[in-house]
Each structure stands twice: as structure tokens, then as C-alpha cells.
């Protein structure tokens, strides 16, 4: 059975959904005596093209963040179902990591939390929290301009200008992606194997499993002896919602009232 063909994510999609459901990235100083990569729980794509990141706080120096210099923002895009190789892609922002005025930190949260809300946002320190007491840890709000973009997968690595990123925009269903198909595998079994069996004979050699959902299709994972191998199975045409999403699944069963069409009484 052939498989129609369709459109997928372009690379630049694929970062910024990364970059939406990731829910934490690795930021690496190359300045900084100590090696070991700082956990950032806000790493958001501003509007002029850098990165805001939160830094911890050190405790010996209250407001303080990271050194400013040359940094890099990694962020992993983990399968939402267990397989044998659970990253799916890695993201590497490199740039220079610069403090964001004091004057900035208040409305630059604010458009964050619109876009974007996190509850770690309340940790980041602002000009009117004048008191560390160590209960929690506290951030510094950082920016990072972007010097290069670079995703890399199991087909390779690419280079992402930061207009494209910019341009692009996340996968309507990146945020509930996991949810998604965790229903879809413990709910829904035999959806899953009608699925799997419109993909052809000879790339079902090994354990196909779910691998992961967009608005252009269902990818799967095939895990044979040989290695892994990662296979779509395009949607009739991308859909942006969940009745688009809904129909377009029944097309690929190839349900009767695939146009949700009810039956007749």
C-alpha cells in the first residue's frame, strides 16, 4: 500500500514546538569555572529574535545570575511514550548571555506569561523583591543573542536561521502531544494497530510503537534487530484542531463518515 504524500513540520517548526513543550532546557557557560551545565526552567523565543532564560540565583549573591559571555541553550524533545531511544531531537541555541536591565525584567515576564504562562516565572527576581530568604530557589532573568540554531535528529543535524524561527510557528498540538497519544495507545489499542497497518509491509520489520503526533501526521517507531527506524504517516491535509485532527484520523482508518457526516436514522 502506498502512502499518499504530505507535507511535514519544516525544521523550524520543529524547534519551536521543542522550545514549547520543553519544560526545561541545560544552559552551558563557556566562561565559567565550573563545567557542569545550569538547569533553566524558562527558555522563551522573544519577539526580537533572542532567548530569555532564567538563571539560579546564587545564595551567596543575592540578584546575581550567570557570568555574561558566550553560552549554549540545550534543549531535548523527549518521545511522550517509552521506546528504546527516548530523544527525538536536540536543540542547540549557541549566543552571548547578557544581563536584561532592571528596568526590562517586570515587562518582559509579563509578555512571557502572556504567551507562554510558567509557574517558575514567579521565582524570577524583579527590581521590587528586594528580599532572598532561601526558601525556594530564585532566578535572575537573562537574555541570550542567538548566533546560531542547529537541530539534530535521526536523519542529521540542520542549521536554523533565526528569521525562519521567527516566521514559524509552533505545532497547534505540541502541548498536548503527550497526552494525546498516551490516550491513543492505553484507550484506544486498536486505533494504534489499524494504524500501523496502513504503513507498509516492509516497515513494520520490529516493534512499532507511537512515536509522535503533529498537525501533519502520526509518526511511528520501528525497533528491529537492525536498529531503529522512524516512519510518518501523513494526514489527507494538516488540520489546526482537534475536529480537524479527529477527521483526519478517520481518514486514515478510513472510517465511512470520515467528513463527520453522521449516519442516517
Not at 540578584?63 to 534543549?75: I, M, N, P, T, V
Not at 531531537?89 to 509578555?111: E, K, N, Y
Amino acid at each position: 500500500m502506498a502512502l499518499v504524500t504530505s507535507p511535514a513540520p519544516t525544521t523550524a517548526e520543529r524547534i519551536r514546538s521543542t522550545c514549547a513543550r520543553a519544560g526545561g532546557a541545560l544552559l552551558a557557560l563557556e566562561n565559567e569555572a565550573n563545567d557542569d551545565p545550569i538547569a533553566t526552567p524558562v527558555h522563551h523565543l522573544l519577539h526580537d529574535g533572542s532567548f530569555a532564560v532564567a538563571v539560579p540565583v546564587d545564595p551567596a549573591r543575592p540578584r546575581d545570575g550567570a557570568s555574561e559571555g558566550q553560552a549554549l541553550l540545550e534543549l531535548t524533545d523527549y518521545a511522550p511514550l517509552p521506546v528504546r531511544e527516548p530523544v527525538r531531537s536536540l536543540v542547540w541555541v549557541r549566543g552571548r548571555l547578557q544581563h536584561v536591565p532592571s528596568a526590562a525584567v517586570t515587562g518582559m515576564l509579563d509578555l512571557i506569561a502572556a504567551e507562554h504562562p510558567n509557574p517558575a516565572l514567579l521565582q524570577v527576581d524583579t527590581p521590587i523583591s528586594d528580599r532572598y530568604d532561601g526558601e525556594e530557589t530564585r532566578y535572575t532573568l537573562m537574555q541570550l543573542e542567538i548566533a546560531s540554531v542547529v537541530v539534530t535528529d535521526a536523519t542529521g543535524a540542520e542549521a536554523v536561521s533565526v528569521e525562519a524561527l521567527l516566521q514559524a510557528r509552533p505545532d497547534p498540538f505540541c502541548e498536548i502531544e503527550s497526552s494525546l497519544l498516551w490516550h491513543l495507545a492505553t484507550a484506544h489499542n486498536d486505533v494504534v494497530a489499524r494504524l500501523v497497518a496502513r504503513l507498509p509491509a516492509s516497515l513494520r520489520r520490529g516493534q512499532v510503537r507511537p512515536l509522535g503526533l503533529d498537525r501533519y501526521g502520526v509518526r511511528f517507531r520501528v525497533e528491529g534487530n537492525a536498529g531503529d527506524r522512524d516512519v510518518r504517516l501523513p494526514f489527507h491535509k494538516p488540520v489546526d484542531d482537534m475536529t480537524g485532527l479527529n477527521q483526519a484520523i478517520r481518514v486514515l482508518l478510513g472510517c465511512p463518515f470520515r467528513n463527520g457526516l453522521r449516519a442516517q436514522r
